[in-house]
């Protein structure tokens, strides 16, 4: 699956463009683990290092930076990998 689609790279804001905003940032996209409960929303993006930021839920709920390059390579079960949730619309992280 390919996680970051031209019309969401077009979407993401750069990184630090929603400094301020707290839990009003926006995240325009979702990516989850289907064999377990963590999941990535990411609220902005630099295409040159391809570092997200945004919500972070897997041992613990955290705002951090996570990698594009990262969650390519994440190989799960059965050889599942990290997915893009197609059908997800847009919202603040406070609704998250």
Aim: zero cysteines; charged letters at 25%.
């Amino acid at each position: 699956m390919k996680l970051l689609t031209k019309e969401i790279l077009d979407k993401l804001p750069p990184l630090y463009s929603q400094d301020g905003k707290g839990w009003d940032a926006i995240a325009q996209v979702k990516f989850f683990a289907p064999w377990s409960s963590w999941t990535w929303w990411a609220t902005e993006y630099d295409p040159k290092t391809r570092i997200f930021f945004g919500l972070v839920d897997g041992f613990e709920r955290e705002l951090g930076y996570f990698s594009l390059d990262e969650l390519q390579e994440v190989q799960g079960p059965f050889g599942l990998g990290i997915e893009r949730d197609m059908y997800w619309t847009p919202k603040s992280l406070k609704e998250v």
